[in-house]
């Protein structure tokens, strides 16, 4: 029997950046070991959602609640949502010049552990497997973050840092724009691998494709900063086929409605 | 305590005062006190005319006003040019235990059994060197390290043939003043083809109130030799500013490499700017012998004004300089600071590479030149200046001056100035870090490929001292 009580929801939540409202009582909710699809057309609102969930300080939430098990997530530092077990994995990745890659993945991995961190030894090793499982060079691990990487490379980077920290629930910000399919293929198997009973995942994509290797329990549309329509995963094959015009004209319909 | 000066204490941990009798002579500066300093120290003749000509120059210069500092004028007849701690032991070696417990607190034990492994140290207090440690096992390769006063004293020849030759009394304004009252210093001769078996290292410490520090440091690597020199500053934090003129002269000639570090970590005033170190310096290394090196790598975090350029000169044929800095500026410290490397002989090379951070409203400018004679053929020179902005009242500078007059020569300058970004902190801070730990992370990074150059026991203390000068800064 699976637990039914949401594993993280978000309730009538409204945020805006520089004085604008970007999202305008969003709504959503996900029961433990689920994977959730936010699809949505260009400016409706989606990464400024995987921004706030993770904390952008550039971003204000003038109402509403996240809840991660049982937390209210909205009152954490961004560390302490990552501490929490909560990940994002960014859509455009920032360089840190200096710091490699291996440095920057070992004091993630401290921050996040507490108690059960890894010796040096044992981290290398884990951290060697996983790069081999993302078919990354092993030269790659004393590259610079980030610095220099081509498109592919930083996202499979945000790839491996998830691996690493191993997060309870994880947003991935369109992770799949830019990537040729060998890309695509590789990054899906990594996200793959974490998924199971006791992990979250809210797959933020613009494109249907990514959703051919992760399958979504679930499918929501945001329009215009609010989730205008949600189903199951036959939502994807009417969005392929249809675009996002009828989603508009349901909704519309149905807030003039009330 | 009050709560208020237990937080200034966190914030320079170096600035508590040791109260100990002291020898001093009356504030001002004239010929007499310069007869006073040069008795005391029992010099020679020739060094207090070597003195006087200086101080004869210096009364007819004008300070310097170019660099990108503001600052009020310095009173020079309102400092004390000579404090030496009284000896009270019976014994002439014998160190007072209350200076011992004073540098034992700054991290350089002084007592035989407790040395520092693998460092020698020349521990400066105030005006004169106290101890010099590990002096039998240098001596036993042939290694002159003492203080400047003892190789006066010592070893005249080899004072007398370099003295003044890197930077001549008359080279600059603080210069003249140093060779006119300079106090002491090290001195450091590696003879021919000995590579020095440990770092050589001086701690200066200004305690006294109102007095100057001169320091004077001169180091010898004849034909082969090698060494590297590490060096510590620190002092009593106190409301009225405080002069130290130092100056420095690296000889190396042919084959010889000399690497020189300094840490430099000078009460640098208080949040409001009142107090600190005004720390006027100048630094240079003469590649006398062919296929010579000289480098200079530098952590400057402390100290209200610094106006400091370390340089090379690259005579001989084939020799190198380098440049390595971070130059950390927080509240209302201003530093102008970076290096010359003037090429001479074809062949030439030389690396500059300079990091400068500045927060809160600090001013930070990096001034660099790079000269090619016109008789240095196949001379090559690349620089590296990038700046990094935390918070939006500090600023950053670059004045890098290029005057090449070879054809042949291949001069490459690359700058940047970047802001450490809420981007780059959220990004980490998203994995787990603290804000403090992200900024730490993102300006490590930046300066790395400087710290990577120090020994790494120094590297490490040096990465400390930077994560304490910021912390605090962003947000």
Known sequence: MTDKTPYFEIKDLHAATEGKPILKGVNLS???GETHALMGPNGSGKSTLANVIMGHPAYEVTAGKIIFEGQNVLEMEPEERAQAGIFLAFQYPVAIPGVSVAKFLKSAHDATHGKKKLNPAAFLKQLREHIKYLEVDDAFINRYLNDGFSGGEKKRMEILQMLTLQPRFAVMDETDSGLDI?????????VNKLTGPDFGLLVITHYERILRYIHPDHLHILIDGQVAQSGGPELVKKLEEEGYDWVREEFGQEVLAH | MSTESTAILDDYKYGFYTDIETDSVPKGLNEEVIALISGK????????????KAYRWWLRQQEPKWAHLDYPPVDFQDICYY????KKGEQPDEIDAE???AFERLGVPLQERN????????AVFDSVSVATTHRETLAEKGIIFCSISEAIREHPELVKKYLGTVVPYTDNYYASLNSAVFTDGSFCYIPKGIRCPMDLSTYFRINALDTGQFERTLIIAEE????SYLEGCTAPMRDRNQLHAAVVELIALDDAEIKYATVQNWYAGDKQGKGGIYNFVTKRGHCRGERSKISWTQVEAGSAITWK?????????????????VAVTTNKMQADTGTKMIHIGNHTKSTIVSKGISAGDSVNSYRGLVQVLPDAYHCRNYSNCDSMLIGSTCSANTFPYIESENHTAVVEHEATTSRVSEDQIFYLRSRGLSEEDAVSMVVNGFAREVFKQLPLEFSVEAIKLLEMKLEGSIG
């Open chain 1, 30 to 32: 996900m029961v433990k």
């Open chain 2, 115 to 122: 040395h520092l492994a693998g460092v020698a140290v020349d």
């Open chain 2, 99 to 101: 200076l011992a417990a």
């Open chain 1, 182 to 190: 060998d890309a695509l293929k590789v990054v899906s198997k990594g």
């Open chain 2, 309 to 325: 350029y370390p340089s090379v000169i690259l005579e001989g044929d084939y020799s190198s300089g380098a440049f390595y800095s």
């Open chain 2, 41 to 52: 120290k029992g010099e020679p003749e020739w060094m207090l005319e070597w003195r006087l």
């Open chain 2, 83 to 86: 404090s030496a701690p009284k």
């Open chain 2, 224 to 227: 082969g030799a090698y060494v």
